[in-house]
């Protein structure tokens, strides 16, 4: 079983997570504990305390640091700087804290750049980046008020973590001075220009829209007289391919007559044929015929001769000559 932690163990009457307020934080600050180095009551608040910029700072694309003792910290547009708190923290392993931003900082155009949670057990300063993203210099300087802080307890303890020993003394670590040293600052001259150049490719693509519009809408009409066309020609496609089928037709009509012609050739050529024999034959029937017709002339002379002959003596008996 957790054992209570006697720095807080008095201060929430309640389990579970609970907000101090600013008579407990002073009750703590003033044990060593929470706030350890650099606490004052006036800048607690009802349920927070307001953390404060320190002695040092370091500008972004340097790695001079300034003693704000004797300085103020000048932050030009788009530049960045490093800070660290007046106060010192020394959390118990069951309280959290959350830290907050100042209006007026957000109002000065100053971003801060941070981690918005302090582990329960840290001890040590805080270290904090600061981007200045107003178009003018903002002056900081030692004592300023920088973010609020907020401290909650939690249900059970954690296990601590080694705290920073450059952070534990108030200095700047290693690392973060070179990274702060290597830091490309764009001057705001060239933050303007380059704010106006992409307001200039703005335009620039708000006209190309609108002339795409205007475009747009010719194609649209085209594409609308293309698909009639196409329509059309699918039944014009259509009307070809029924007249395709009536022309086969009237080609198989056209074999049909072209083989019934010839047949019809040939039985006429056979026809001619039996006429040119007939007629032949007829010939000979009718040379025939006019033999038979003289020799029936010559019978009936022969005939009449002598008719006259047996007819000639009883007239003239009858006549009596």
Not at 72 to 82: F, K, V
Not at 150 to 157: E, K, M, T, Y
Not at 211 to 219: G, T
Not at 224 to 248: F, I, Q
């Amino acid at each position: 079983m957790t054992k209570p932690n006697p720095d807080t163990q008095n201060l929430f009457a309640q389990e579970g997570t609970a907000i101090l307020t600013d008579e407990e934080m002073t009750v703590m600050a003033r044990n060593g504990r929470l706030i350890s180095e650099g606490f004052d009551s006036n800048s607690l608040q009802t349920t927070s305390y307001d953390v404060r910029i320190g002695r040092r700072a370091i500008l972004g694309g340097s790695s001079q640091e300034i003693d704000l003792e004797h300085d103020n910290l000048r932050i030009e547009p788009g530049s960045y700087a490093g800070v660290i708190s007046l106060e010192k923290f020394k959390l118990p392993d069951n309280v959290v804290a959350h830290l907050g931003s100042k209006r007026k900082f957000s109002y000065d155009g100053l971003i801060l750049l941070t981690g918005s949670t302090i582990d329960p057990a840290y001890e040590g300063h805080l270290l904090f980046g600061v981007y200045n993203a107003s178009t003018r210099k903002v002056v900081l300087p030692s004592r300023n008020k920088i973010c609020n802080v907020s401290f909650l307890r939690v249900q059970r303890s954690v296990k601590p973590i080694a705290p920073d020993p450059y952070l534990l003394k108030g200095e700047f670590p290693p690392d973060f001075l070179t990274k702060m040293a290597n830091v490309d600052v764009m001057e705001w001259s060239r933050i303007d220009s380059e704010v106006k150049r992409i307001e200039g490719l703005t335009q620039q693509v708000v006209a190309l829209q609108a002339k795409y519009n205007d475009v747009l809408e010719p194609i649209k009409a085209l594409t609308k007289d293309v698909d009639a066309v196409t329509k059309n020609v699918d039944r014009l496609t259509e009307h070809v391919k029924t007249m395709g089928g009536r022309v086969d037709k009237l080609e198989d009509l056209y074999v049909k007559n072209a083989e019934l012609m010839t047949k019809l050739s040939l039985n006429v050529d056979s026809v001619i044929s039996k006429v040119g024999s007939q007629e032949s034959t007829v010939k000979d029937i009718a040379s025939k015929l006019a033999s038979y017709g003289l020799l029936v002339k010559i019978a009936w002379a022969i005939i009449l001769l002598a008719i006259g002959a047996l007819v000639t003596p009883l007239l003239k008996k009858v006549l009596g000559l």
